[in-house]
Nanobody, 122 residues
């Protein structure tokens, strides 16, 4: 069993930055980890994913060039650096670990965090 705890959400103005953190209760460095988001009235969507550091990252087209996913294996923590935030980035952001089926952006992850809210004002 793995517990995931997100932090770092908040309210910012458009153009601002936030860094989200996802702390895992044990080593997940060899498994896919991802960030998803869900806005009110919309489906959950994959934002970014990472395997072992340097071996693979994936991004949704809507965040490419603005968001960066990374991980600190020693701390069992995955980060999502979000720059040049836009109002459409407003959503609850969730961390997920251990993809078991489908592609990185599918919701087929074994473990999920509780989410952290990101609100971007224009």
């Amino acid at each position: 069993q793995v517990q995931l705890v997100e932090s770092g959400g908040g309210s910012v103005q458009a153009g601002g930055s936030l860094r989200l953190s996802c702390a895992a209760s044990r080593d997940t460095s060899t498994r896919w980890k991802a960030w998803f988001r869900q806005a009110v009235g919309k489906e959950r969507e994959g934002v970014a994913a990472i395997l072992a550091a340097g071996d693979g990252t994936r991004y949704a087209d809507s965040v490419k060039g603005r968001f960066t996913i990374s991980q600190d294996n020693a701390e069992n923590t995955v980060y999502l650096q979000m720059n040049n935030l836009k109002p459409e980035d407003t959503a609850m952001y969730f961390c997920a670990a251990e993809l078991f089926a489908g592609t990185w952006s599918s919701p087929h992850y074994k473990y999920w965090g509780q989410g952290t809210q990101v609100t971007v004002s224009s």
